[in-house]
């Protein structure tokens, strides 16, 4: 008698894909760089099929991008009611996030890429725009507070909050730390208070 093995629903298969992919991405980029990052290269490092990873990423950008996301994702930080305490969450958090090994070779991979112009700078800015999304909501809700000045543009104040950790990590070549990211915190507040 053949006994029947019961296959349970799709999804955590799908997930356990996802998440062998992705880190095969990570994996790559940490020990070789990003040109090490080849769908062949992805796939036997993940063990699973190319056709598995392009059903689910048609590029290599897409799948860069989808790593990206998983390492340095969409934050949400709660109504703490004070501007400062918020960035500092923001900043703390990015902060982690970027001190992991390879972070530094992924993001300069990333900005790289963006010189290739077309659906390619696109997919990166589109990236870029979800993860300073949440500095901008913290931003309108310290303007909103009266925690920071009415007449700050926003984006422009958000590109100022994650330029200096990008820049030490990809530039500098150092690894941001607690006091870095805590006077990054303060100079800001004072640069875009409501008091400054």
Known sequence: MVSRVERGPGRPREERVTGAVLSAVL?????????AVT???VAARA??????????WPSKHDLV?????????????????????ELRAVLG??????????????????????????????????????????????LERGIARGDVRADVDVQAAATLVAAPLVFRLVI????????????LADMIARA?????
Request: proline content about 4%; cysteine-free; aromatic content about 6%.
């Open 27 to 35: 994996e790559l980029v940490t020990e070789q760089g990003m040109a």
């Open 93 to 138: 958090a990015r902060m982690e996030a970027y001190r992991v090994p390879g972070t530094s070779r992924l993001m300069a991979g990333m900005i790289t890429a963006v010189e290739e112009g077309g659906d390619v700078n696109g997919a990166y800015r589109g990236y870029v725009s979800r993860i300073m999304g949440e500095t901008r909501k913290i």
């Open 192 to 196: 875009v208070g409501a008091g400054a």
């Open 172 to 183: 500098e070549r150092q690894l941001p730390d607690e006091r870095f990211a805590a006077d």
């Open 47 to 56: 063990g699973v099929s190319k056709p598995a990873i392009y059903r689910r």
């Open 65 to 85: 991008i989808a790593a990206a996301e998983n390492r340095i994702g969409v934050l949400a930080v709660p109504d703490m009611g004070d501007f400062r305490a």
């Open 39 to 41: 769908m062949d290269a």
